[in-house]
T-cell receptor
Framework: AQSVTQLGSHVSVSEGALVLLRCNYS??????LFWYVQYPNQGLQLLLK??????LVKGINGFEAEFKKSETSFHLTKPSAHMSDAAEYFC???????????????FGAGTRLAVHP | KAGVTQTPRYLIKTRGQQVTLSCSPI?????VSWYQQTPGQGLQFLFE???????NKGNFPGRFSGRQFSNSRSEMNVSTLELGDSALYLC?????????????FGSGTQLSVL
């Protein structure tokens, strides 16, 4: 069964500093992996996704993530944090296609990112 | 193109009552999924509909039900409300509900059960 673990429920960085949000997955088959962001009082917005192909995935707002099969990780990074990046970030894995799970996302617990001046 | 619209935005109910939440997907999207978000349990999958058929269901009691209409709009119903049902209910749509598709989320309905 697929699962996702996000290390660190809260991360605080200075404006302009590197953002690193950690995500490890568990999957018995090649996973489809996603990062979503949730701003206060809003729904979720897709930042980026990995399905197949290139392991370094670039997303919106300057974020990128690298799929590392050997480490079962899909960490999210951004070289320089901006105040507007303050939000909650969710890593997610899609349920295996072999069990017929259309669009059934398994979410991590989330990481709240704070950016201070 | 209008986004995913969920109504109402806020709802207050008392224990034992029932509630119906509505979701209008992006035009042309035929798959609608529902998720429950709580501080304790995080985001959990409720169910997914495609062309008026439920294709997937999460681990929720039978008090949680849903349906989808021919225009792809979806409703979810919770009967005999419990305090623990207080949550943000999110609806998401996608064109076909395929595994690698991007989900578009609405802003959610915040349900409070007193």
């Amino acid at each position: 069964a697929q699962s996702v673990t996000q290390l660190g429920s809260h991360v605080s960085v200075s404006e302009g500093a590197l953002v690193l949000l950690r995500c490890n997955y568990s999957s018995s088959v090649p996973p489809y992996l996603f990062w979503y962001v949730q701003y206060p009082n809003q729904g979720l917005q897709l930042l980026l996704k990995y399905t197949t192909g290139a392991t370094l995935v670039k997303g919106i707002n300057g974020f990128e993530a690298e799929f590392k099969k050997s480490e079962t990780s899909f960490h999210l990074t951004k070289p320089s944090a901006h105040m507007s990046d303050a939000a909650e970030y969710f890593c997610a894995v899609i349920r295996s296609m072999f069990s017929g799970g259309y669009n059934k996302l398994i979410f991590g617990a989330g990481t709240r990112l704070a950016v201070h001046p | 193109k209008a986004g995913v619209t969920q109504t109402p935005r806020y709802l207050i109910k008392t224990r034992g009552q029932q509630v119906t939440l509505s979701c209008s997907p992006i035009s042309g999207h035929r798959s609608v999924s529902w998720y429950q978000q709580t501080p304790g349990q995080g985001l959990q999958f409720l169910f997914e509909y495609f062309s008026e058929t439920q294709r997937n269901k999460g681990n929720f009691p039978g008090r949680f039900s849903g349906r989808q209409f021919s225009n792809s709009r979806s409703e979810m119903n919770v009967s005999t409300l419990e305090l623990g049902d207080s949550a943000l209910y999110l609806c998401a749509s996608s064109p076909k509900g395929q595994l690698n598709e991007k989900l578009f989320f609405g802003s959610g309905t915040q349900l409070s059960v007193l």
